[in-house]
């Protein structure tokens, strides 16, 4: 086994199209910055999905001991509908359809957003900061772009000049789009509005009479645009130039080609050495849409209250059916896929449980457990592959059901050893909690610990036909009773 320091993290840049080593501009400090909610929704779990994978290298790189600084902003300004510059703001809009005040309904879906988070046991960011409350830092940047001759104001309104910034640099180079291929598949004029060409973006907005989040700038009231934040924040919190930007891959184009752009406009350099994408969640093979109901929200799984699902599943085999797939590949969410996770989810923690109560013996056999550690930071040192990860962990699960069984041996020191490093994968770098299965489960887990206990004390006195109605009775239901040497285990049918 290596020691930490030895470990190489191997990252997929998407800039560079492959995998890269990782290594963070200063020593064993980390700056990631990932594109946060725009608050005027309740959170779908496909932007969970985001979050979770982000949540994942957060955790794994700080278990490897790097000093992380992980920023992850709120949209609460700014971001209009269908990325479009002429466009409603989607929260003025959703304030205006409700009734009440924009920062009501910022409030409202940032609490729905930090609670859902919490239920899924990702960590908070080191800062949370608001585009709202970065007005300043955006108004500088603006000024500084047009002072480098890259941004042009009309009428109260500055944009990005594209093809300015396409002579001197290569706008597309992230998403690989070409600027020509661009403009050739513009339609003349449509929605171009006042901008010299519809490839410019919008850095800030004149507000018109009725638009009601507005700020004083050098350019008359107005507002900022959606792509600017991520740049004044990042840079205020992370520098000109940092470590990891991520974000879903639907922020790829335009957002992300925007902060590039952006970034480079006055600093002359990209603003991150590792561009890293999450994929997206389908529903039934489908994208999950709210117009056309194939759509699902976190709290519609927990509580069973939806019609695409059989029962509820928690928080933590969702999560662990999230985990089930690399971060970038295309997931799909149904009723059939969470079935088989609950049953794995149960499977791996009944394995760790099993650490606790399995007898130790002089010499380990049939498991390598030096090598199986490395195996599991192989896994999550290949741009964070959790499935191999716990692949490898139910290496370990089958092992410490066979010397439950009493067909291999441990010695303490091994268990020991076997106990931290499961500890450590299963709990601090995939984030699964012991306090499964929030009320029902735990309960039922109880109940069938007493069932199994009845069924041993009917066996003790020779009750056989007792003892078997048990077995076969839970086996009807779907649970299946493993007598070990030591102990009695079930498992989900
Ligand atoms: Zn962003």
């Not at 020593?27 to 985001?50: A, I």
């Amino acid at each position: 086994m290596k020691s930490i320091a030895e470990q190489h993290i191997q990252i997929y840049n998407s800039l560079s199209g492959t995998k890269e080593e990782f290594i963070p501009l200063h020593d064993n400090m980390v700056g990631m910055y990932v594109c946060g909610p725009t608050v005027y929704n309740n959170v779908h779990l496909g932007n969970c999905r985001t979050f979770i994978s982000f949540d994942i290298i957060f955790r794994y790189l700080k278990h490897m001991g790097y000093k992380v600084r992980y920023v992850r902003n709120i949209t609460d300004a700014g971001h209009l509908e269908n990325g479009s510059d002429e466009r409603e703001d989607r929260i003025a809009k959703k304030a205006r359809i409700e009734e009440i005040e924009p920062m009501e309904v910022v409030q409202k879906y940032t609490v729905d957003f930090h609670k859902t988070l919490s239920k899924f046991n990702t960590l908070p960011p080191s800062i949370e900061p608001t585009a709202t409350g970065h007005i300043v830092e955006q108004i500088e940047l603006v000024k500084q772009i047009l002072d480098a001759g890259f941004a042009y104001e009309i009428d109260g309104s500055v944009y990005f000049d594209v093809l300015k910034f396409n002579q001197s640099s290569t706008y597309g180079k992230l998403s690989g789009r070409k600027l020509e291929d661009m403009i050739h598949n513009t339609r003349e004029t449509s929605g171009q509005g006042e901008k010299r060409n519809p490839q410019d973006f919008a850095l800030w907005k004149k507000a018109e009479a009725e638009h009601i989040m507005r700020w004083a700038s050098p350019w008359g009231d107005g507002f900022p645009g959606w792509h600017l934040e991520c740049t004044a924040m990042s840079t205020k919190y992370l520098g000109k130039q940092f470590d990891i930007h991520g974000g879903g891959v639907d922020l790829k184009f335009p957002h992300h080609e925007c902060e590039i752009a952006q970034g480079e406009a006055i600093n002359n350099c990209s603003p991150a050495n590792y561009w890293v994408h999450a994929n997206m969640l389908t529903l039934n093979g489908k994208k999950m849409a709210k117009s056309t109901g194939n759509n699902i929200l976190p709290d519609e799984i927990f509580s069973g209250e939806n019609e695409i699902m059989e029962r509820p599943f928690s928080p933590n085999v969702t999560r662990f059916f999230m985990l089930q797939a690399h971060y970038r590949s295309v997931l799909d969410f149904s009723n059939d896929a969470m079935l088989a996770s609950e049953k794995g989810f149960s499977r791996l923690m009944q394995g760790v449980s099993l650490l606790n109560s399995i007898d130790t013996a002089k010499k380990t056999t049939g498991f390598n457990l030096s090598e199986w550690r490395q195996k599991c930071y192989n896994a999550m040192n290949d741009d964070f592959n959790t499935p191999v990860l716990i692949a490898k962990l139910f290496d370990a699960v089958k092992f410490v059901q066979n010397v439950n069984d009493g067909r291999e041996s441990i010695t303490k020191e091994d268990l020991n050893k076997l106990q931290v490093t499961l500890h450590n994968f299963v709990y601090d770098v995939l984030g699964l909690t012991k306090k499964e299965e929030q009320g029902v489960n735990l309960y039922l887990e109880d109940a069938l610990n007493l069932l199994i206990e009845l069924r041993n004390e009917a066996r003790k006195c020779k009750d056989f036909a007792t003892s078997d109605k048990i077995r076969d009775e839970l086996s009807k239901a779907g649970i299946i009773l493993q007598d070990g040497q030591q102990e009695t285990t079930f498992t989900l049918k």
